[in-house]
């Protein structure tokens, strides 16, 4: 019974930033870890970041570590994906996920129930 809803998806030149945004309704997220993912035309779907909604603790995959900044706003209950020195490779439609009683911060898709329809994130050369 949660929806999740992303938007701050767009056009970025390289080098350049977006901020994602992801609107979670229908049920409190106190045992919640919240993730982003990503996937490319003919990629599988990759693990981008997640954090753990009750201590804000966080986990990113190598390819973004130090541009990409995973945050929650527990009033708002919303998380956002800050992403800085944009690259042409971080082009995809990015999916927000919720995992219920996460506590490992999982990398792997299969292991959230909850997720959004997506937002495309385009970055051009």
């Known amino acids: 019974q949660v929806q999740l809803v992303e938007s701050g998806g767009g056009l970025a030149q390289a080098g350049g930033s977006l901020r994602l945004s992801c609107a979670a309704s229908?049920?409190?997220?106190?045992?919640?870890?919240m993730g982003w993912f990503r996937q490319a035309p003919g990629k599988e779907r990759e693990f981008v970041a997640a954090?753990?909604?009750?201590?804000?603790?966080?986990a990113y995959a190598d390819s973004v570590k130090g541009r990409f900044t995973i945050s929650r706003d527990n009033v708002k209950k919303t998380v956002y994906l800050q992403m800085t020195s944009l690259k042409p490779e971080d082009t995809a439609v990015y999916y927000c996920?919720?995992?219920?009683?996460?506590?490992?911060?999982?990398?792997?898709?299969?292991?959230?129930?909850?997720w959004g329809q997506g937002t495309q994130v385009t970055v051009s050369s």
């Open positions: 996920a919720a995992d219920r009683g996460g506590l490992w911060l999982s990398r792997l898709s299969y292991q959230y129930e909850y």
């Open positions: 229908g049920r409190t997220f106190s045992a919640y870890a």
């Open positions: 954090i753990r909604w009750s201590d804000g603790t966080t």
